[in-house]
């Protein structure tokens, strides 16, 4: 049998040596987290597991593994008829579940008698991301940052996009997050992943960056939506040299509503996400911005969220998260078009190579 322990701690800096990482969890588990590139094949799916759990309660544990065996049997089979058939021989998995017990033990029994050299983390699921959350900080504090400052609808996001395009290091932290990190960001239709799928899409996504190089990363509050940044990760970030984008006001309102077209395609979401202001603006103001939006005018109302709800704290704010926002890179855009990204990140990348700091202008 072929079929090789190996330790939570070592999986972590091998992964990419396996041709394979299988999660032998359920679909629900597997969708609550799980390791980078996993793909499931459940030795038990919820509703199987739900039904030996019930007899193993109300009957006892012998009928109970006899049903559990004969279900994750019957999973298996179909799992290698369906996925495996097409395998080499040198083909090389890493099998996990909760603890590295009997749902992945059984899939690797049967995978390492057909011949496949079979690897399974001993501990499992739990294991791992315990060893995960122990390598995080080191990952974090590794690297070296550029923080992009700039108020709310200045482009911070799409100049990180273009910066990436342009192969520069970038970690974004809202797309991992599936958020837009304001009280308004919430994507219709993309829920966030679990703070556990958080923690693991930032560690991965640290662990693949060049040390040598510097990573840019937006200027975030603790809370990206419902997950909290790693807090080794944050404290590098308000350690780090920063840019601070400026882009005009009227350009700011027509990026918001690009970057957010539901704000007019869909009003009444926009005025639920609205609802959320009430503590800090009061009930009369936001009803009158919601009267506005389906009045058809929630360009002003955008305009209006920008003046007096995001922009009269932005700066203290920074300059209270982030040690040098005092000393950042101004990098002043004169609109929003793809042109004027493009001439900022030469610049911005021409002066990170020249090691100056001096200010930028597109």
Known sequence: MSVHPIAAADALARLHEFSAVIDARSESEYALDRLPGAINWPSLNDEERARVGTLYKQVNPFEARKLGAA????????????EAMDKPKSWQPLLYCWRGGQRSGALALVLGQIGFRVTIIEGGYKAFRNAMLADLPAQAQRLRYRVVCGPTGSGKTRLLHAL????AQVLDLEGLAQHRASVLGLIPGQPQ?????FDMRVWDALRHFDAARPVYVEAESKKVGNCTVPDALMQAMRASPCLRVDLPDDERVALLL???PFFITDPDFFCRRLDTLVALRGRAVVDEWKQLVHSGQTPAVVRELLEKHYDPGYATSTRRNFAQ???????AL???SHASLEAACTAILQQQ?????AALST
Do not use: T
Request: glycine share 12%.
């Open 164 to 167: 990436q395009g342009a192969g």
């Open 334 to 336: 004169p609109d929003r």
């Open 71 to 82: 279900l994750v049997a019957r999973n298996i089979a179909s799992h290698i008829e369906r």
């Open 325 to 331: 926002f005092d000393g950042a890179l101004p990098v």
């Open 193 to 197: 992943p679990s703070q556990k799928q």
């Open 258 to 260: 690009e970057d957010y």
């Open 353 to 357: 190579g020249l090691g100056s700091m």
